[in-house]
């Protein structure tokens, strides 16, 4: 089982649309986790943090479920804007950040 | 601040050739990483830096070398360029403590082709 796991997609949504991604981990000592957001090969840049009791930024809303061992992005009203690969990222007990391989969303008007 | 710089941001090397990729923060960060990125895959870390004259392989180290002989620089060394090193090349560091809590800061890449 690979560490970081993602459905690399694409999903292909209607402007509006809500749209939900999830992210599985193996190493149950993780002990920090992200979204990043992936412009055409661009650098990652950081979406938001993930925390134990849920967060919300605007339209995104990231939940941890550490039972079960993964993390979900929540997009709400999605805008054009928002086509990009999203990157689930784990750091476990060596500090290092471990990348999924992305999830890719286009929204169409 | 100019945050992670990294140059070049294009280069095309034939096969066996060397070269340095340079990366540089200015942000005091102790954590330094490289990582790789090819065309529908995830980054991939090559080395890491837990601070000057400190570093460590990561998944994918075969082929590159590095060094940090201060904070703020990370370089990276291809000795005998092969095409299957034909990538996208990130440097991202971390205010990383013991917490492991700090997002990374990455710079703009290096598109690299070795033909």
């Known amino acids: 089982r690979k560490e970081v796991e993602q459905d690399p997609g694409p999903f292909n949504v209607p402007e509006g649309a809500t749209v939900a991604f999830n992210c599985t981990y193996s190493n149950s000592a993780s002990q920090s986790f992200f979204w990043y957001r992936q412009d055409c090969r661009k650098e990652p840049k950081l979406l938001m943090s993930?925390?134990?009791s849920g967060n919300e930024d605007g339209r995104f809303t990231a939940q941890l479920n550490r039972a079960s061992q993964y993390i979900s992005l929540l997009i709400r009203d999605s805008k054009l804007s928002d086509s990009a690969t999203y990157l689930c990222?784990?750091?476990?007990?060596?500090?290092?950040?471990?990348f999924g391989r992305g999830t890719s969303l286009i929204v169409h008007p | 601040n100019a945050g992670v710089t990294q140059t070049p941001k294009f280069r095309i090397l034939k096969i066996g050739q060397s070269m340095t990729l340079q990366c540089a923060q200015d942000m005091n960060h102790n954590y330094m990483y490289w990582y790789r990125q090819d065309p529908g895959m995830g980054l991939k870390l090559i080395y890491y830096s837990v601070g000057a004259g400190i570093t460590d392989k990561g998944e994918v180290p075969n082929g590159y070398n590095v060094s940090r002989s201060t904070t703020e620089d990370f370089p990276l060394r291809l000795e005998l360029a092969a095409p299957s090193q034909t990538s996208v090349y990130f440097c991202a560091s971390s205010p990383t403590d013991r917490a492991g809590n700090s997002p990374l800061h990455f710079g703009n890449g290096t598109r690299l082709t070795v033909t």
């Open positions: 990222v784990v750091t476990g007990g060596s500090y290092i950040p471990t």
């Open positions: 993930v925390y134990s």
